[in-house]
């Protein structure tokens, strides 16, 4: 089954802790991404990564970084959180224009 | 960033009655999709538009590409409970993929 996965599902966190998201895809796609997702903002993406080893910020990329070292994988790490990262955190996988989003990562930074 | 303007926010509408939303952009886009997000999970893709112009339906969903390609409506045709949800439009262009801020849809029974 075609699926992209996250973990964790659910977080919480203190200030300044470093904390990695995982992500994983089966669909063998080039191009994945990270979004995250705030009320009223739709869904803006922090990274994307056009294949191994390629990585591009997207719109909000500060206090966010991102690593490509096999195709299935991409994580999403974040160095020192801050409360203004508190949000839900989207991964996707994308093959042709069809963008495959994992289940998300509810982050809260207190 | 890019904005996509997608209205309305909100709408409340009655079992049976046909839906309508639309997304406007600053900017030109190559590709306009059309996502729907239900509680607790990621957007999943209903629609995809490549050409200005292009018309496309999926079941009871059509939507359309503007001519100018700076805008995209979709509609909802005979809403049934099950459509509610967060609809979300999305541009792409280069390598990147822009978001509207999203309708959310009730339907009451």
């Known amino acids: 089954e075609a699926q992209v996965t996250q973990n964790p599902r659910y977080l919480i966190t203190v200030t300044g802790k470093k904390l990695t998201v995982t992500c994983s895809q089966n669909?063998?796609?080039?191009?994945m991404s990270w979004y995250r997702q705030d009320p009223g903002l739709g869904l803006r993406q922090i990274y994307y990564?056009?294949?191994?080893?390629?990585?591009d910020k997207g719109d909000v990329p500060e206090g966010y970084k991102v690593s490509r070292k096999e195709k299935r994988n991409f994580p999403l790490i974040l160095e020192s959180p801050s409360p203004n990262q508190t949000s839900l955190y989207f991964c996707?996988?994308?093959?042709?224009?069809?963008?495959?989003f994992g289940p998300g990562t509810r982050l809260t930074v207190l | 960033g890019q904005q996509l303007n997608q209205s309305p926010q909100s709408m409340f509408i009655q079992e049976g009655e046909d839906v309508s939303m639309n997304c406007t952009s600053s900017?030109?886009?190559?590709?306009w999709l059309w996502y729907k997000q239900d509680p607790g999970e990621g957007p999943v893709l209903l629609i995809a538009?490549?050409?200005?112009?292009e018309l496309t339906s999926n079941g009871r969903l059509t939507a359309q590409f503007g001519i100018t390609r700076k805008d995209s409506f979709l509609n909802i045709s005979a809403s049934i409970p099950s459509d509610v949800g967060i609809y979300f439009c999305a541009g792409h262009t280069g390598n990147q993929f822009y978001f509207g801020t999203g309708t959310s849809l009730t339907v009451i029974p």
């Open positions: 669909m063998n796609h080039e191009y």
């Open positions: 996707a996988s994308t093959g042709g224009h069809e963008q495959f």
């Open positions: 990564s056009m294949n191994v080893e390629v990585t």
């Open positions: 538009l490549y050409k200005a112009g």
């Open positions: 900017s030109i886009f190559n590709t």
